[in-house]
């Protein structure tokens, strides 16, 4: 079946831009979450979704990132103003449930390139 | 604070030795704790979580609380595990995992 998708693959930008990162979980997943992996480093906890709502924003590095999802299913991630730091993988991944027990399936992730 | 060390970037053995792949883990409750791997060109994915103690594609990870460890371990390593493996914690059984840098995986024929 469909997994998660993510879009677009790769992205470049210049510094300053805003870009917009969206993610389609597999569908019935409640449960959604975005990670950032910057080269050589583990992946980085950004922000939680059950349904619409984001009970977990704590991982957002700055107040550039903001994120939201909309109908229980897709989510978009926006950073304003891009930065070179933001240049990672972003990755997006669903579960049937909120809660470590579910188990999170992965998108194949945005590279971000900054300019 | 809760971190996941993999102090290993490369680990290369050949076919058919035994593999381990260390994880060690700053936490001071009762983590859950898991491996991850991604093969190349495909998505990450969960390998096995130490609260299933099952055996996964011949890997098994014990959770030694003493030493802060949760290494992977495989007795006959095989071509097709060749892969970037990452280990994770949860630090409070809920939902953020905390992960590793990971360790790039080489079986040489």
């Known amino acids: 079946g469909a997994g998660v998708s993510q879009s677009p693959s790769n992205k470049v930008t210049e510094k300053g831009k805003d870009v917009e990162l969206r993610c389609d979980p597999i569908?019935?997943?409640?449960?959604l979450y975005w990670y950032r992996q910057s080269l050589g480093q583990g992946l980085e906890f950004l922000i939680y979704?059950?349904?619409?709502?984001?009970?977990?924003k704590s991982g957002l590095p700055s107040d550039r990132f903001s994120a939201e999802r909309t109908g229980g299913s897709v989510s978009t991630l926006t950073i304003q103003r891009t930065q070179q730091e933001d240049s990672a993988v972003y990755l997006c991944?669903?579960?049937?449930?909120?809660?470590?027990?579910?188990?999170?399936?992965f998108g194949p992730g945005t590279r971000l390139t900054v300019t | 604070a809760q971190r996941v060390t993999q102090p290993e970037k490369l680990l290369s053995v050949f076919k058919g030795a035994p593999v381990e792949l260390k994880c060690n883990y700053s936490?001071?409750?009762?983590?859950?704790l898991f491996w991850y791997v991604q093969y190349s060109r495909q998505r990450l994915q969960l390998l096995l979580r130490?609260?299933?103690?099952?055996s996964i594609k011949g890997f098994t990870a014990d959770l030694n609380k003493g030493e802060t460890s949760f290494h992977l371990k495989k007795p006959f390593a095989q071509e097709e595990d060749s892969a970037m493996y990452y280990c994770?914690?949860?630090?409070?059984?809920?939902?953020?995992?905390?992960w590793g840098a990971g360790t790039k995986l080489i079986i040489k024929p």
């Open positions: 130490h609260i299933s103690r099952e």
């Open positions: 979704f059950q349904g619409n709502s984001a009970p977990d």
């Open positions: 994770a914690l949860t630090p409070n059984s809920n939902y953020q995992l905390i």
């Open positions: 569908s019935g997943h409640t449960a």
């Open positions: 936490y001071s409750g009762s983590p859950e």
């Open positions: 991944a669903s579960s049937t449930g909120g809660g470590i027990s579910y188990e999170q399936y």
